[in-house]
Every structure is written in structure tokens, then in C-alpha cells.
Nanobody
Framework: VQLLESGGGWVQAGGSLRLSCTAS????????MGWFRQTPGKEREFVAG????????DYTDSVKGRFTISRNSDKNTVYLQMNRLKPEDTAVYYC??????????????????WGQGTQVTVSS
């Protein structure tokens, strides 16, 4: 499974960005998916996760009410709508997919596939 992210960029605080992640290859094995972010010197942090059917989501506390994760009907594309962005949201954002698990997965160690990352920069 290959994951390709897009949609990162630069935005002023209070603005919005929408990240997309499209899975290709053996997509039938990609079940739960998630978004993580990482800044230099820090561990990769869970941002949002979604289950296979798209009916259950989870978020880290700092983005609740501002970010929304969703997936399209063919289950191969996952989105992260980011509103009211803050400078502390600046990071490289990664899409991830896990095989054989249908529920939301929070731990990065349980994910099997990762995208290359897309930079999000929020200026104050």
C-alpha cells in the first residue's frame, strides 16, 4: 500500500487547510487510517484517526473542535480538514494506514504504512 499526501502549505493563524491522503496498491488491506504530525526533536504525535467505515473518529485534545477527519466512499482517500489553525499546529503531517484493524488506532507503532509527509506552517 502506498500513501500519497497533499494539501500542506503556509497559512496565517486562524486560517484553514485541507490535507488529502490517497492510498494505492493493495488498498483492500488498508483498514483504519490516521493522521500524525511531527516537529523537530519531538516524537510523532497522533492527531486524528478514523475507522474502516468512516463512522468513528478520534482526535487529540488540542485539535478537537477545529480538525475533522473523514474518508470518501471508496475508503481509499482520507481527508483532514483543519480550521482555526494555530502556530502550534506547525509540523510535518503524515498519513498512516493499518491492516487488519477496523477500529480507530491511536498508537503510531500499530500502523503499517506511512506517507512521505506534508509540511504545514502556520504563521502568527
Amino acid at each position: 500500500v502506498q500513501l500519497l499526501e497533499s494539501g500542506g502549505g503556509w497559512v496565517q493563524a486562524g486560517g484553514s487547510l485541507r490535507l488529502s491522503c490517497t492510498a494505492s496498491g493493495r488498498t483492500g488491506s488498508a483498514n483504519a487510517m490516521g493522521w500524525f504530525r511531527q516537529t523537530p526533536g519531538k516524537e510523532r504525535e497522533f492527531v486524528a484517526g478514523i475507522n474502516w467505515s468512516g463512522t468513528t473518529t478520534d482526535y487529540t485534545d488540542s485539535v478537537k473542535g477545529r480538525f475533522t477527519i473523514s474518508r470518501n466512499s471508496d475508503k481509499n482517500t482520507v481527508y483532514l480538514q483543519m480550521n482555526r489553525l494555530k502556530p502550534e499546529d506547525t509540523a510535518v503531517y503524515y498519513c498512516a494506514a493499518v491492516t487488519g484493524i477496523y477500529a480507530v488506532v491511536v498508537s503510531p507503532s500499530r500502523y503499517d504504512y506511512w506517507g512521505q509527509g506534508t509540511q504545514v506552517t502556520v504563521s502568527s
